[in-house]
């Protein structure tokens, strides 16, 4: 075997560890992205039910605009709906 086959060897090693890795950190993204979503839905829910006991019409609609803000930016994503949903009843 001459010294450029066993580099590209080497290169063709490295990369396909590199890919595996990539492969296994985006499963975990999507999964972190989806649990944040369904947990940033219930949340969205129960707000919106505790505002209705304490008398104050805002409510945040759950559709996939909230869910995805609340997947991707998390509670102050959630924070950030409420406030446009303040804004608005001022």
Do not use: D
């Not at 063709?12 to 499963?27: E, H, I, N, R, S």
């Not at 104050?56 to 406030?83: D, E, Q, R």
């Amino acid at each position: 075997m001459n010294y450029s086959m066993a580099m590209i060897l080497l290169m063709t090693a490295c990369g396909a560890v590199l890919t595996a890795a990539a492969f296994k950190q985006k499963a975990e993204w999507l999964m972190n992205g989806c649990l944040r979503g369904v947990l940033g839905a219930v949340t969205i829910y129960f707000v919106n039910i505790f505002l209705e006991k304490q008398g104050i019409s805002i409510g945040v609609g759950i559709n996939p605009v909230t869910v995805l803000t609340s997947a991707i930016l998390g509670f102050p994503g959630l924070a950030a709906l409420y406030g446009i949903g303040f804004y608005k009843f001022l």
